[in-house]
């Protein structure tokens, strides 16, 4: 979800891009880089994972003159590829949707925020809600981190969104709740779909892959 740049106060964006640097900043200094460098493949998937989030996110509907709406992705990434190095593939999938579409700066540290660093956060957060005995099946991890995952996402993502809109006094452009409920029930089933369906052909043909795919919790403890 995107919310027009020239809605959001000065104050909000330059804030917003304070927080971005300061957690860019912590995630390269904490991220696993010898993993990385260790297997090159790690390398590939990340960036294609950026690539497939910015191309992703080009598919987008113009909700109302202010509000864009657009599949994410980032729970799939999160999953394959950890969180610190999702929130770096996200900013960049993030820097090229907005030279992409030509969008002003503005709006860039909202924009990565509500897009990448809140998914990244929510999706690792459900996963480890799910890493308990009760849960040592494969398709807790498919179905509950991936497609739930999805889901969870959007919808905390557009509760956010509204939110920020009563805060700032932008209006949403819509007749009523009622008409929001159904597009939001669609993106959600939409994106839940997208990243379970991702998460599901790593984690059955490539599991090496899925960093956050434990083997030994989901297939031989059971």
Known sequence: MHLRSESIPVWLQESSLLVLCAIVLAVVLLAPWRSVVASPQRVHL????????????????????????????????TLAVGGHFAILAGIAATLFFYLTKGLPFLGFG???????????????????????????????????????????????????LVALTQVLGVSLGLDGIDVLLPMLALVMFS????????????????????????????????
């Open 46 to 77: 990340i960036a294609g994972g950026a690539i497939s989030c910015g191309l992703l996110w080009l598919l987008d509907i113009q909700l109302t003159e202010d509000i864009t709406l657009h599949l994410l992705g980032m729970t799939a990434l």
């Open 191 to 222: 994106e839940g779909f997208v990243d379970g369906m991702c998460v599901a052909a790593l984690a059955i043909f490539y599991p090496g892959w899925v960093k956050t795919f434990d083997e030994r919790f989901y297939l031989e403890g059971n």
């Open 110 to 160: 909202v924009s990565a925020l509500s897009s990448v660093a809140v998914p990244v956060g929510v999706s690792l957060a459900l996963l480890k809600a799910l890493q308990r005995p009760r849960f040592r099946n494969p398709f807790f991890f498919i179905l509950g981190a991936g497609f739930a995952g999805g889901c969870l996402v959007t919808l905390i993502g557009a509760l956010i």
